[in-house]
Structures are given as C-alpha cells and as structure tokens.
C-alpha cells in the first residue's frame, strides 16, 4: 500500500515531468503552475490520485477473507466484534452498530477536505450501486466532522448515490483513529472483518463479491 507521502511524490515526479517537458522559463512558470495547483486543491490533488487508482496502484486486499459457505456449520470470516457506535444524518435520523446486526456494513470514514477519500469516492459509489438491490448490505458514510451540509452537498454536485452520516457519538479507536479515508466492513454478527486506512479502489470487483458472500 502506498502512503500519503509516496503519493505526493508520485505527483511532484509528474509535475517535473510536465515542467522538463518546457523547455522556456515560461513553460517552467506554467509547470510551477500546475504544480501548486495540484498540491494546494484537494479537487486537483484527488483527480491525480484517483488516476492513480485506475491504474491499479490501489487495490483492497480481501483475496484472504472468504466467508464459508452458508450451508456449512463453519463459522464465516471473523475478526473482533465492533464495539457501540451511532451515526446521525442531517435530518436526525439516528442509526446505531448494534441496530445494524444482521446486515453487512460498509463503513468509509471521510471528509471533504481529504482529497485521497474525493479520489475513492466513485469506486464507492459504483459499488453501491452495483448492490443497491441487496438489502443485506448497508452502506454508511460518515463525515467524521460532522460538516453533512457540506458533505451532502459534495454527494449532489458529483452525482453520488450516498448517504452522508456523521459522527452520534464518540468513534471507538477500533474503528477509527485518525487516517483518512478509513474503511471498515462488518459482518452479520457485527463482527470487524476487514479494515483498511488510505485509498483504495472498491469497484474491482473483489470487494462486490466479498459483500455479497457476507450477505448471504
């Protein structure tokens, strides 16, 4: 996985590159340019990043987390149980980890600010959509600073099919510290079975497959 410092010299390798491309002080100014740009608008920085993902430098790794079959006495994939959480939305509607049990839960904590959670975001909102006739599956949003007028808005203007939800409560450490974007997917039980901290690409299909295996 690659950290948030290789990614930002990924980009500054891209920007040199675009300013040896120049071969006047004019051009150096324009690789400048576009080089603060990227570095200092999280829109800009996100759309570098999100090239980043395509090209597959970005993939979850659920390859180790099958869950057994249902028709076996097996326990399906398992990890700590989440500890007590709530989430509310703009509106006050509350919902609760606990509330949740009997569901798959794909959780993404996020913010608006943070361009490499703006660079996954499409992957999550395709793989939404790809299971929105799942009715095991949820999937929760959380804007960890509680900014849902902001984050609802992002949603609108970018086309996203995703409820936007922040913080009811205190966010237990087992779910979330600090990176963004931090996503965390739940089993039936309410069990943790998977987490990861930073970017990721979820449409690839693994992740799908994963959900749905847990859903059944």
């Not at 996100?46 to 980043?52: C, K, N, Q, S, T």
């Not at 006050?92 to 996954?120: D, H, M, Q, R, Y």
């Not at 909102?125 to 929760?140: M, P, T």
């Amino acid at each position: 996985m690659l950290d948030l410092l290789t990614i930002n010299l990924l980009i500054l390798k891209i920007t040199m590159n675009i300013i040896k491309s120049f071969k006047s002080n004019i051009g150096f100014i324009i690789g400048l340019v576009i080089f603060l740009v990227i570095a200092l608008n999280p829109n800009a920085k996100a759309l570098v990043m999100r090239g980043l993902i395509k090209i597959g430098l970005f993939q979850p790794d659920v390859s180790n987390l099958k869950p057994k079959p249902a028709e076996t006495n097996e326990e399906t994939t398992a990890g700590p149980m989440a500890p007590a959480a709530s989430f509310i939305t703009s509106d006050g509607k509350t919902t609760s980890l606990e509330n949740l049990k009997g569901k798959v839960v794909f959780i993404n904590f996020w913010a608006t600010w943070c361009p490499p959670c703006l660079a996954e975001m499409p992957s999550i909102n395709s793989l939404s959509g790809k299971l929105k006739d799942n009715k095991n599956v949820v999937f929760l949003l959380i804007d960890v600073e509680n900014q849902l007028q902001s984050s609802e808005a992002f949603m609108k203007k970018n086309k996203y099919n995703l409820d936007v939800y922040g913080p009811a409560s205190f966010i237990p450490d087992e779910l979330f510290k600090t990176n963004l974007p931090t996503t965390v997917i739940l089993n039936k039980k309410g069990e943790i079975v998977f987490k990861h901290e930073g970017m990721a690409n979820y449409d690839s299909g693994e992740t799908e497959t994963f959900l749905k295996e847990l859903s059944k």
